[in-house]
């Protein structure tokens, strides 16, 4: 979700963190944010429905949180601040794989990424997507019903994908998948994960 109202519609500019994660991923999120001088400003957490009979794997905590950027940051140029984001959203995501504590989705100003495993119309009502609450709302809204197929079920192989502003789902084999992995692992650290071969048309539109 980009352009959103409501809830976040008063901090567009600062960026929104998406995690799906235990306790124990939490706890390590915001040491990790807290020693890097960002300033939590804002938080949503989601009213769920785990009303028996879903056929959802839900994770114990959904973190959808706005913060500041460090002080050293605030008056730097967008470039630097872009990279700042890259780079946090790497190292935290490196943290939750090492501690199997959960997945960290996105970190960009105006971005809310939500991603689970399940049946989608159980999914919506977890969240009470199908309520006109008017509390998340958003103006692009891209969403897509498809888990990875090749391998294992992975939450971070959900469509759509995500990198610096970016976002892309497809549907439809990558006949190159190992060829432009291998490839673009050297081309820009952003270019990690691909747990699904259609991150390696994100990855491209990225470069280009």
């Known amino acids: 979700m980009q352009d959103l109202e409501e809830v976040f519609g008063h901090y567009k500019d600062k960026p929104l963190l998406s995690m799906a994660c235990a306790r124990e991923g939490v706890r390590l999120a915001n040491e990790y944010?807290?020693?890097q001088g960002f300033a939590q400003v804002a938080q949503w957490v989601p009213d769920i429905d785990p009303r028996p009979g879903l056929r959802i794997e839900a994770m114990p905590r959904y973190v959808f949180r706005n913060y500041d950027y460090p002080e050293i940051y605030k008056y730097r140029d967008a470039r630097e601040r872009e990279e700042l984001l890259l780079d946090t959203?790497?190292?935290?995501?490196?943290?939750?794989?090492?501690?199997?504590?959960?997945?960290?989705?996105?970190?960009?100003?105006?971005?809310?990424?939500?991603?689970?495993?399940?049946?989608?119309?159980d999914i919506a009502t977890y969240f009470r997507l199908w309520d006109d609450d008017n509390r998340l709302k958003a103006r692009n809204i891209v969403a897509q019903c498809r888990r990875n197929t090749n391998y294992g079920i992975?939450?971070?192989?959900?469509?759509?994908?995500?990198?610096?502003?970016?976002?892309?789902?497809?549907?439809g084999e990558n006949t190159m998948h190992t060829a432009n992995t291998e490839f673009q692992k050297a081309l820009h650290r952003g270019y990690a994960g691909f747990e699904s071969?259609?991150?390696n048309l994100l990855y491209t539109l990225h470069y280009i």
């Open 197 to 199: 071969d259609s991150q």
């Open 154 to 171: 992975a939450r971070y192989a959900a469509h759509p994908f995500f990198i610096q502003g970016y976002t892309l789902c497809a549907n």
């Open 33 to 35: 944010m807290e020693s």
């Open 89 to 121: 959203r790497l190292a935290l995501r490196r943290i939750l794989e090492e501690n199997d504590a959960g997945c960290l989705y996105s970190f960009w100003p105006d971005v809310l990424t939500l991603k689970e495993i399940g049946d989608p119309s």
